[in-house]
């Protein structure tokens, strides 16, 4: 089994900044491409952030310039920090890894930490 779990979520003014964090446990081989997704109500889950396992990553465009993903593969960790935030930005963010279990390759997701962008 594999475990996700996210911490740093919360609530910020406008403006304000916030760092997530997601770290896996559990049979791991490897891991491949880690990343951040979110959700908001009434809308289907995003993608936020993407990071390969050399540290290439990917952005949406709507937090490029504000946001920078980063990991730690001695660690299983993923990072976001998040600068700059918006009311729009308030989701449930989720950690999503690729992980091999030795030769099998699945997703694997954490259970989401909500973040409240508000004055």
């Known amino acids: 089994q594999v475990q996700l779990v996210e911490s740093g979520g919360g609530l910020v003014q406008p403006g304000g900044s916030l760092r997530l964090s997601c770290a896996a446990s559990?049979?791991?081989?490897?891991?491949?491409?880690m990343g951040w997704y979110r959700q908001a109500p009434g809308n289907e889950r995003a993608l936020v952030a993407t990071?390969?396992?050399?540290?290439?990553?990917v952005y949406a465009d709507s937090v490029k310039g504000r946001f920078t993903i980063s990991r730690d593969n001695a660690k299983s960790s993923v990072y976001l920090q998040m600068n700059s935030l918006k009311p729009e930005d308030t989701a449930v963010y989720y950690c999503?890894?690729?992980?091999?279990?030795?030769?099998?390759?699945?997703?694997?997701w954490g259970q989401g930490t909500q973040v409240t962008v508000s004055s």
């Open positions: 999503k890894a690729q992980v091999d279990t030795i030769g099998v390759i699945n997703d694997h």
């Open positions: 990071i390969t396992r050399g540290g290439r990553p």
């Open positions: 559990g049979m791991i081989f490897s891991i491949f491409d």
